[in-house]
C-alpha cells in the first residue's frame, strides 16, 4: 500500500496571530498537534472526551484510489503537574507522572470536514474545555478530506485536580523525534463517570 506523506511534512505555513500571541485557543473547537486534530468535548477530574481526527490533506488532493486500512490504532498518553517545555517548546513528563497511556482504534470514516471551523457543542455547557499547545503548530485551513474519525471517553488513572494548565496530553507518546505538539489542558470541576474514582486523590 502507497502511503501519501502526512500533514506534518506538508507544513501549512499560515497560523492565526491571535493563537501565536495569546497561546490560548478556543473552547471546544478542533486543533492540530501532528497530522491529527482533536476536538475536546469535556476535560474533567476524571477523565476526557473529545472527538479525533487523522490522517487528513486538503480537499480532492489525495488519491481516490488508494488502499485504507479500517482502522488506526492511536497512542494517547497524558500526565499531571505539567513540566515545563524545552527550547523547542516540547514537553517531556516523567514516566511516573502519567495518568493515562493507552491506544485508541479510529474507524475508517472518511468525510470532508472544515477543522478549522468544526465546533461541536461542548458535553457540559458550564465547562467549555480549553487547550492550549506547547508551541504554535501550523492548523489547517479550507476543507479537508479527513480519513479516520472517532469520539472517545477515557478515564485519567486517579482523579485529578481542577486548575489551569492542569494536564498535558500527547497522541505521539511525547515522543520529541517527532514533530508534533503537546497539548496543555485546563481540568474543569465537572466528572465522565458516575461513582467515586478507585485511585481519587480528593
Not at 480537499?59 to 524545552?86: L, Y
Not at 513528563?93 to 465546533?119: G, H, I, K, R
Not at 508551541?135 to 479550507?142: E, K, N, R
Amino acid at each position: 500500500m502507497r502511503k501519501r506523506p502526512r500533514l506534518r511534512t506538508l507544513l501549512i505555513p499560515l497560523l492565526a496571530a491571535a493563537f501565536v500571541l495569546a497561546g490560548q485557543l478556543p473552547a471546544v473547537a478542533s486543533h492540530a498537534g501532528s497530522d491529527a486534530a482533536i476536538s475536546p468535548l469535556a476535560i474533567c477530574r476524571d477523565g476526557i472526551r473529545f472527538m479525533f481526527f487523522a490522517d487528513y490533506y486538503p480537499a480532492g488532493t489525495g488519491d481516490p484510489a488508494e488502499d485504507e486500512a479500517p482502522f488506526r490504532i492511536q497512542p494517547v498518553q497524558a500526565a499531571t503537574p505539567v513540566p515545563a517545555a524545552d527550547a523547542n517548546g516540547r514537553i517531556t513528563p516523567p514516566a511516573d507522572t502519567l495518568v493515562l497511556d493507552t491506544t485508541v482504534t479510529v474507524p475508517y470514516a472518511p468525510q470532508t470536514l472544515d477543522l478549522a471551523n468544526f465546533e461541536p457543542a461542548p458535553t457540559f455547557a458550564k465547562y467549555p474545555p480549553h487547550i492550549t499547545l506547547s508551541w504554535p503548530y501550523p492548523q489547517p485551513v479550507g476543507l479537508q478530506d479527513v480519513k479516520y474519525v472517532g469520539e472517545y471517553t477515557l478515564r485519567w488513572d486517579h482523579q485529578l485536580k481542577a486548575g489551569p494548565r492542569a494536564v498535558v496530553l500527547s497522541f505521539d507518546r511525547f515522543d520529541r523525534t517527532i514533530n508534533s505538539a503537546e497539548i496543555i489542558a485546563d481540568v474543569d470541576k465537572c466528572h465522565l463517570f458516575n461513582g467515586n474514582h478507585p485511585r481519587d486523590t480528593g
